[in-house]
Nanobody, 119 residues
């Protein structure tokens, strides 16, 4: 059974930082690109960043320079370092596993972790 378990969310003031982690199990981690998505109330789920098994990264334009995705294939874990957080970054952040860095289709989803940025 595939499980993606996010952690590291919470409440932070604007300008602060958080580091999200996603521990994967039940899948061949190196065979998947990993991504972070987010969904704010009333909005559609959107891609934040993704990383291939070979560590090639992709960022949604508005996140570039503030958010940094990384992965540790030995630990089956993907991370999202978020700096300079803004109130508009408030959302549920989801970990995802997919075949192909640029593929829109997600094979597996985590349950999400709440990030709240206060002004």
């Amino acid at each position: 059974q595939v499980q993606l378990v996010e952690s590291g969310g919470g409440l932070v003031q604007a300008g602060g930082s958080l580091r999200l982690s996603c521990a994967a199990s039940g899948l061949t981690f190196g065979g998947y690109a990993m991504g972070w998505y987010r969904q704010a109330p009333g909005n559609e789920r959107e891609l934040v960043a993704a990383i291939s098994s070979g560590h090639t990264t992709y960022y949604t334009h508005s996140m570039k320079g503030r958010f940094f995705i990384s992965r540790d294939n030995a630990k089956n874990t993907v991370y999202l370092q978020m700096n300079g957080l803004k109130p508009e970054d408030t959302a549920i952040y989801y970990c995802a596993a997919k075949i192909g860095l640029y593929n829109d289709y997600v094979n597996y989803w985590g349950r999400g972790t709440q990030v709240t940025v206060s002004s």
